[in-house]
């Protein structure tokens, strides 16, 4: 009978061949409990034989059905990749996301060991949520920067963490059905996300340096300009260095299940299967297909642009905006009024430059009034856009693309500083 190449039997992104340079080798409790598993399948396969074998059902000889995985397998910190043949919960989340039949189940299963509950890289999806963090945050980034061309920096970091940050994904997860285990380990059904409450785990998905003054910016107060952001933060504009990390640790370690620190580790890891989905996905089925899952799944998603604003000193910004644009001076008008000796006043104020008007606004008194107007026309300005189909630079990479029309760019932002971001 021929002999089975066990380390075959995980696929080629689960494992690698025994003679792949650079390779690292499973770990010895795992290659004991594939080889049970295999001894058993031979076992077992003569008298099968004359059986039906259809491929992913219990009769195939190849994958042991559940109950006759072997009692090691419980020491394992995840699922053997064969048990994602027998799992009905990743079958029907395959079906519900409409992946391509391209995706194999093992693949599907391993985006959901997060790199807490299994440290080994070859068995957990920290490579692949790598690859779809990094797809995710450039579809977001061009869709806002050509969709919204004037949206100051800040307001594009809060922008782009607020549809593809940790929180954001996390609901995208919990909206596809996903469950997470008690605790992680080989026995539980490879349908389940695993990660652990324990430990964070080993995983580096963003982009980003270290600040040589990281461990004195907490207790010193140093300003993070916008330029620094851009040149050694992430993708969100969040600095990347441990210190940053136990901070947010500290501030929500309560000690109990609800703590913020726990709903942190969990925001992460639903984020990070998202992200390996992603990955899966451009893995086996290319970038067409990942930008139409990014469109349909994570750029649907609604953001309310106009409250990130906050003006310091709007009625300034503005009549340094008509300056720069050679604008008239604005003047605030009182368009109409009421009430105004009685206790609830209401005033209707307009900011008009010449005969154009660039805002109004109503509010109790008409200083109120008058700033809001200056806020309405300031957001109005930053949020121009020139339609929801404009042609991002991802859209030349088909071959039968239309030749390409530069999108608009803005000068720049009309006052640079840290107080037009709300926090």
Same mark, same amino acid.
């Given at each position: 009978?021929?002999?089975?190449?066990?380390?075959?039997?995980?696929?080629?992104?689960?494992? /690698?061949?025994?003679?792949?340079?650079?390779?690292?080798?499973?770990?010895?409790?795992?290659?004991?409990?594939?080889?049970?598993?295999?001894?058993?399948?031979?076992?077992?396969? /003569?008298?099968? %034989?004359?059986?039906?074998?259809?491929?992913?059902?219990?009769?195939?000889?190849?994958?042991?059905?559940?109950?006759?995985?072997?009692?090691?397998?419980?020491?394992?910190?995840?699922?053997?990749?064969?048990?994602?043949?027998?799992?009905?919960?990743?079958?029907?989340?395959?079906?519900?996301?409409?992946?391509?039949?391209?995706?194999?189940?093992?693949?599907?299963?391993?985006? $959901?060991?997060?790199?807490?509950?299994?440290?080994?890289?070859?068995?957990?999806?920290?490579?692949?949520?790598?690859?779809?963090?990094? $797809?995710?945050?450039?579809?977001? /980034?061009?869709?806002?920067?050509?969709?919204?061309?004037?949206?100051?920096? @800040?307001?594009?970091?809060?922008?782009?963490?607020?549809?593809?940050?940790?929180?954001?994904?996390?609901?995208?997860?919990?909206?596809?059905?996903?469950?997470?285990?008690?605790?992680?380990?080989?026995?539980?059904?490879?349908?389940?996300?695993?990660?652990?409450?324990?430990?964070?785990?080993?995983?580096?998905?963003?982009?980003?340096?270290?600040?040589?003054?990281?461990?004195?910016?907490?207790?010193?107060?140093?300003?993070?300009? *916008?330029?620094?952001? *851009?040149?050694?933060?992430?993708?969100?504009?969040?600095?990347?260095?441990?210190?940053?990390?136990?901070?947010?640790?500290? @501030?929500?370690?309560?000690?109990?299940?609800?703590?913020?620190?726990?709903?942190?580790?969990?925001?992460?890891? +639903?984020?990070?299967?998202?992200?390996?989905?992603?990955?899966?996905?451009?893995? +086996?089925?290319?970038?067409?297909? *990942?930008?139409?899952?990014?469109?349909? +799944?994570?750029?649907?998603?609604?953001?309310?642009?106009?409250?990130?604003?906050?003006?310091?000193?709007?009625?300034?910004?503005?009549?340094?905006?008509?300056?720069?644009?050679?604008?008239?001076?604005?003047? /605030?008008?009182? $368009? %109409?009024?009421?009430?105004?000796?009685?206790?609830?006043?209401?005033?209707?104020?307009?900011?008009?430059?010449?005969?154009?008007?660039?805002? @109004?606004?109503?509010?109790?008194?008409?200083?109120?009034?008058?700033?809001?107007?200056?806020?309405?026309?300031?957001?109005?300005?930053?949020?121009? %856009?020139?339609?929801?189909?404009?042609? *991002?630079?991802?859209?030349?990479?088909?071959?039968?693309?239309?030749?390409?029309?530069?999108?608009?760019?803005?000068?720049?932002?009309?006052?640079?500083?840290?107080?037009?971001?709300? +926090?």
């Amino acid at each position: 009978m021929k002999r089975l190449r066990v380390e075959r039997w995980t696929n080629q992104l689960l494992t /690698a061949r025994s003679g792949a340079a650079g390779g690292i080798s499973c770990s010895a409790p795992r290659i004991r409990c594939l080889a049970a598993a295999a001894r058993k399948s031979l076992s077992t396969a /003569a008298a099968e %034989s004359s059986a039906p074998v259809i491929d992913g059902l219990d009769n195939n000889p190849r994958f042991p059905p559940l109950e006759d995985i072997p009692p090691q397998a419980a020491t394992l910190p995840s699922p053997l990749p064969e048990r994602a043949l027998q799992s009905a919960k990743l079958a029907a989340l395959h079906a519900r996301l409409s992946l391509s039949q391209k995706i194999p189940l093992q693949t599907l299963a391993r985006t $959901l060991v997060d790199a807490s509950a299994d440290s080994h890289p070859r068995f957990n999806n920290t490579n692949l949520a790598f690859v779809g963090q990094t $797809l995710i945050n450039y579809h977001v /980034a061009e869709q806002f920067m050509i969709q919204y061309p004037r949206l100051p920096m @800040e307001i594009l970091y809060a922008a782009i963490k607020g549809i593809a940050g940790d929180t954001s994904l996390y609901h995208i997860a919990k909206s596809w059905g996903i469950e997470s285990a008690a605790a992680p380990g080989g026995e539980v059904d490879p349908g389940f996300l695993q990660y652990s409450l324990e430990n964070d785990g080993d995983a580096i998905l963003f982009f980003g340096s270290v600040r040589t003054e990281a461990k004195y910016l907490d207790k010193y107060k140093f300003r993070r300009g *916008v330029s620094s952001r *851009v040149v050694f933060d992430n993708d969100f504009g969040d600095r990347v260095d441990e210190f940053a990390q136990n901070i947010e640790d500290d @501030e929500g370690a309560s000690g109990d299940y609800g703590s913020a620190a726990t709903r942190k580790r969990a925001e992460k890891a +639903h984020a990070n299967h998202v992200r390996a989905v992603v990955g899966a996905i451009y893995a +086996h089925c290319g970038r067409d297909a *990942v930008k139409a899952f990014v469109k349909a +799944h994570v750029l649907s998603r609604k953001l309310a642009l106009d409250k990130l604003f906050y003006f310091s000193d709007p009625t300034r910004e503005l009549a340094t905006l008509c300056a720069r644009e050679d604008f008239e001076k604005p003047i /605030a008008r009182l $368009l %109409s009024e009421t009430g105004r000796l009685s206790r609830t006043p209401v005033f209707v104020v307009g900011i008009y430059s010449g005969k154009d008007k660039l805002g @109004e606004a109503s509010a109790p008194s008409l200083d109120h009034a008058r700033r809001k107007a200056a806020m309405n026309a300031l957001k109005a300005w930053y949020l121009y %856009s020139p339609g929801e189909n404009a042609r *991002v630079p991802s859209d030349m990479l088909a071959e039968d693309a239309e030749k390409w029309e530069p999108g608009y760019i803005d000068i720049g932002e009309i006052i640079t500083r840290g107080g037009n971001f709300r +926090h």
